[in-house]
């Protein structure tokens, strides 16, 4: 490998670290997970969705200035469509109607800025209108009708810009 191609790799890899040290962070907590509205009944299906809820948040949290910290704790869960046993297997299946099935979250949140308390807050998320228009999130995405409704709250608490998807 050249020196010249090697010297831009380094110079891309210490830009990409210094924009990952200048994210803000995020700490997210489930209140009672196990009583929420509509999550998985498996433990290794409902951890995975919980894995990727908190990773998605995280996501969000790297639009936040460095000294930023955002607390997010999660209060109830209901995702779009509703979750009908299948007989020949041991997954179940999510139906999409988009009638009164749209996903919804309950949130408590607290953004910090070096002890002090910049805003906090409880939130009703809601996407009544999931099934229409745009989504950035692809198919087979286990959380593609709930992130669009944390970006769009995320955006208008915090006022920064996000990132439509993750990948």
Known sequence: ????????????????????????????SYQEPDKFIDVPF??????????????????????????????ITVTEIDLAGRVEPRRNTLRDIRILRG????????????LEEEGKVLASGESNLNNMDYLHGINHY????????EKPM?????KATFKVPTQLSKK
């Open 1 to 28: 490998m050249k020196r010249q191609t090697r010297l831009w790799i380094a110079a891309a890899l210490m830009l990409a670290a210094a924009g990952a040290a200048s994210a803000g962070t995020v700490q997210v």
């Open 150 to 154: 944390l970006d769009n709250w995320f």
């Open 138 to 145: 692809r198919s087979g995405d286990l959380l593609r009708y």
């Open 42 to 71: 498996w433990e290794q299906d409902r951890a995975q969705l919980l894995k990727e809820l908190t990773a998605h948040f995280e996501h969000l949290g790297k639009q936040l200035p460095a000294n930023q910290q955002l607390k």
């Open 99 to 110: 009638g009164a099935d749209w996903p919804t979250m309950q949130l408590k949140y607290a």
